[in-house]
């Protein structure tokens, strides 16, 4: 069959895939002071796809894709935190750093089945300071104030062989 049989089906010239692997860690680890907690929470996360898209969905090998993007990331929150919830003024600061990279090799775009290689990457780098506190009033009125710094910087590459 060159093309789909009914309206809202597709043909493919091959068995369409996408598994998707991920694994993940997280790290939570909080002291208690006397008047205030640290408290810090760690993460890394590596994920990778190995897909294979017949992107004509045609039975014909015009055009297919074939791509394995990858990511990995590693994040890091720290705060401090006052720890007496009665207290009329409840307060935490912090901060928060967060480093992905994803590349996307290799990523083969096939048209009429000549491969049209590809690669790329993204790399996230992203710091950021915090703040926040309640002063409670009354027991029925308070006022909370917080502020966010950020400063994210991204960088990419992308490439493509030349066809003969």
């Known amino acids: 069959m060159i093309v789909p049989a009914q309206y809202g089906q597709t043909a493919s010239n091959f068995v369409v895939t996408n598994p998707v692997t991920q694994l993940g860690l997280s790290l939570t680890s909080e002291i208690n002071?006397?008047?205030f907690d640290l408290?810090?929470?760690?993460a890394l996360r590596q994920a990778?796809?190995?897909?294979h898209f017949d992107i004509d969905s045609?039975?014909?090998?015009?055009?297919?894709?074939?791509?394995?993007?990858?990511?990995?990331?590693?994040?890091?929150?720290l705060r401090l935190q006052s720890n007496d919830p009665s207290a009329r003024l409840v307060w935490l600061v912090g901060m928060n750093l967060f480093f992905d990279t994803d590349t996307y090799e290799p990523f083969?775009?096939?048209?009429?089945?000549i491969p049209h290689a590809q690669t790329g990457f993204v790399h996230t780098e992203a710091y950021a300071l915090y703040g926040q506190s309640t002063?409670?009033?009354?027991?029925?009125?308070?006022?909370?104030?917080?502020?966010r710094l950020s400063q994210e910087h991204k960088e990419a590459s992308y490439s493509q062989d030349a066809q003969p």
């Open 33 to 35: 002071l006397s008047s």
């Open 39 to 42: 408290i810090s929470v760690s």
């Open 48 to 51: 990778h796809a190995e897909g």
């Open 58 to 77: 045609t039975s014909l090998p015009f055009i297919d894709l074939n791509y394995g993007p990858k990511s990995r990331s590693a994040s890091e929150d």
């Open 108 to 113: 083969l775009l096939f048209t009429f089945g």
């Open 135 to 147: 002063y409670k009033a009354t027991d029925r009125f308070s006022v909370t104030a917080g502020l």
